[in-house]
């Protein structure tokens, strides 16, 4: 009775006349566009009506947007997402929202929709910031949020930070995003300048991070080589490199996550200096090494 | 055909349901399979509901938008699943593992057209696993494609007006934008 799949493989009946891709309704398409990627569900939607249908539907949007979107939303004023679609929705926060006087940014990662953030340099406690022999804020276009802070010299090298947000459930990897020597532009060439930098690879940074949930991670990395090539340099100066300190993991946006973290060398038998602090880096784990490599700038 | 159903009972599976296509094709299911299409289920259970007292057992199904072709695979398909199940009664983990080796084996005679039909059916069966099933395998099909590439693997028409699709691409600029960025 019937065809069976045994049969199938000839593919003669039910094609040539039969119905094309094109007459599939947009509910159908929409459950299409559950396995695909927002970029690819965007293209897509050129194919034709039902498709572009579908590609606006909020059933197929609200699959991709974090189950706490709304925590997100709530750091925008009411009017820019009020009367949104979902897909709106979803384009409006991939776009980084600033939130804490613009010291710190959340976004979605437009692929995959899953939670990112950046926290400013401004947003950290940094031993010495207003002591200008010590620090300096540089602006540049090489940070996210146009400003790096700067250390000459100092002994006693501490950065904290902490972060409270309702993370959805996922796990996310910490790190710091610091340059070691001091750039400039000159006649629009990139040229860096080591003359402040010292001390790093005498001893090594210690980096950690707590979460309220009793989560914690520590390592330690010297930030400069610790002997120098003769033939090759240095190989940690002159460019933007992520530390990584830790990952930790999220199981529910509620309760809310804290995390505390911290870069510290504190021995103050010698003196540091000549590095930028630009960003602290919040990023699901495995989007983190996806991306890497693309990084530094 | 028995005649057992003083109290029809949709847990059986030695009851055959009959099920007649669109081309006229007559297929004799088992209940549980039947009972899977939820839009037979639908109506198996409203004819039960109002011929309680008839005593017929093998009603004939009527399914004016569902051809032989892609109703014969929906079968099978779903005859599989059930023993898959079944097999794995106590073991989710291993029949996800066994499914999934039996729906890659599926692909591989399946014609990229013929899921279109097979949709439609499920689609008009209201068979969710088979749609699911079936959307998955299109998604992948059409993943990281063109838009023309599609368009001629399926042989699918644009039906925009002139000016239209270049709106879309405006209106879906956001998804594409700095994507290299880091």
Redesign the interface.
Same mark, same amino acid.
């Given at each position: 009775?019937?065809?069976?799949?045994?049969n199938?493989?000839d593919?003669s009946?039910?094609?040539g006349s039969?119905?094309?891709?094109?007459?599939?309704?947009e509910?159908?398409v929409a459950?299409?566009?559950?396995?695909?990627t927002?970029?690819?569900?965007?293209?897509?939607? +050129?194919?034709?009506?039902a498709f +572009?249908g579908a590609?606006s539907s909020d059933s197929v949007w609200e699959s991709k947007l974090p189950a706490n979107y709304q925590d997100l939303l709530d750091l925008l004023p009411p009017e820019r997402y009020k009367s949104l679609s979902k897909k709106d929705i979803f384009?409006l926060l991939? +776009?980084p929202v600033p939130f804490d006087d613009g010291t710190k940014e959340v976004w979605l990662d437009?692929v995959t929709g899953r939670v990112c953030m950046a926290i400013s340099a401004r947003g950290l406690a940094i031993t010495g910031i207003e002591d200008r022999r010590y620090w300096n804020w540089i602006p540049t276009e090489e940070s996210r949020f146009n400003l790096v802070a700067y250390l000459q010299q100092i002994w006693w090298f501490e950065v904290d930070g902490v972060i409270k947000f309702p993370f959805p459930a996922d796990s996310y990897t910490l790190s710091f995003r610091l340059h070691l020597g001091r750039f400039s532009k000159r006649l629009g060439r990139r040229v860096c300048s080591f003359e402040h930098t010292h001390g790093w690879g005498i001893k090594p940074v210690r980096f950690e991070l707590f979460t309220t949930d009793g989560q914690q991670a520590l390592c330690e990395c010297c930030l400069d080589d610790t002997e120098h090539d003769e033939i090759n340099g240095y190989h940690k100066r002159g460019c933007w490199i992520d530390y990584k300190v830790g990952e930790f993991i999220v199981t529910d946006s509620d309760p809310v996550t804290e995390v505390r973290f911290s870069m510290k060398q504190i021995d103050c038998t010698h003196s540091k200096g000549g590095l930028c602090v630009d960003s602290v880096f919040i990023i699901p784990s495995d989007l983190k090494d996806r991306?890497r490599g693309?990084?530094l700038? | 055909m028995s005649n057992q159903s003083e109290s029809p009972n949709p847990t059986s599976s030695s009851n055959k349901i009959t099920l007649k296509t669109s081309d006229n094709?007559v297929?004799?299911v088992e209940e549980a399979v039947a009972m899977k299409f939820c839009t037979v289920k639908q109506y198996f259970d409203d004819e039960n509901n109002n011929n309680v007292t008839s005593g017929t057992s093998t009603t004939l199904i009527p399914l004016p938008n569902v051809? #032989?072709?892609?109703?014969?695979?929906l079968?099978?398909y779903c005859k599989k699943h059930l023993e898959i199940k079944a097999n794995n009664a106590d073991n989710k983990k291993e029949m996800e593992i066994d499914m999934e080796h039996y729906e890659r084996e599926?692909l591989k005679?399946?014609?990229p057209?013929?899921?279109?039909?097979l949709?439609?059916a499920a689609?008009y069966l209201n068979f969710k696993e088979a749609?699911?099933f079936f959307?998955?395998a299109?998604?992948?099909a059409?993943?990281?494609k063109?838009?023309e590439y599609?368009?001629k693997f399926?042989?699918?028409?644009?039906?925009?007006k002139p000016g239209e699709?270049e709106k879309?691409?405006e209106?879906?600029a956001? #998804?594409?934008e700095g994507?290299?960025?880091?």
């Open positions: 009775m019937g065809a069976s799949l045994s199938l493989a593919g009946s039910g094609l039969g119905p094309g891709l094109g007459d599939i309704p509910s159908c459950c299409v566009f559950l396995n695909l927002p970029p690819e569900i965007c293209n897509l939607a +050129r194919l034709n009506r +572009r590609a384009a991939c +776009r437009r991306k693309g990084v700038k | 094709e297929f004799e051809e #032989s072709h892609p109703l014969a695979i079968i099978t599926f005679n399946v014609m057209q013929e899921l279109t039909e949709i439609l689609n749609l699911d959307c998955r299109v998604a992948s059409i993943q990281n063109s838009v599609v368009r399926f042989g699918l028409e644009s039906d925009f699709e879309l691409r209106e879906f956001w #998804s594409f994507v290299d960025e880091d």
